[in-house]
């Protein structure tokens, strides 16, 4: 699998459409409340396999210096097999190259256990978006 980290249209395209797979088939979620106007000037990580769109997430720097890792997501087919994973961890070393000082994320409640494993601390319960309760938590970047 290769993964990518930018933020050219032809890329925000493939991210779309796993997103849409994703959150929108799948999830239920409407297009609308995906599709908030923070893609072009964020940097998408996008996995593939053989050409085969994977999975995506992308993140947005905050003007305090922060981001917002958001839009995680895994094409069925390839879940249960650490994808998201790797996701997760190069946007977190992307941040960290970047300079970022933490990174907050709004996830499903149901993944509070999985991102407490890559050092996410939970902060408090916030929205319920599509009928999925959200959770606000922070990843610290310890300075190199």
Known sequence: MDIIIGNSTELIKQAHAIRY???TVEQKIPRTLDLDGLDPISSHALVTKQGALVATARLTVNDDGSAVMARVAVIQAYRGQGVAAKVVTALIEHAREMGITAIKIHAHDYLR???????????QAVE???GHQLIAMQYQIDPA
């Open 128 to 130: 319920i978006v599509g």
């Open 113 to 123: 256990n999985y991102y407490e494993r890559y050092g996410f601390t939970f902060i």
């Open 21 to 23: 797979q994703v959150f």
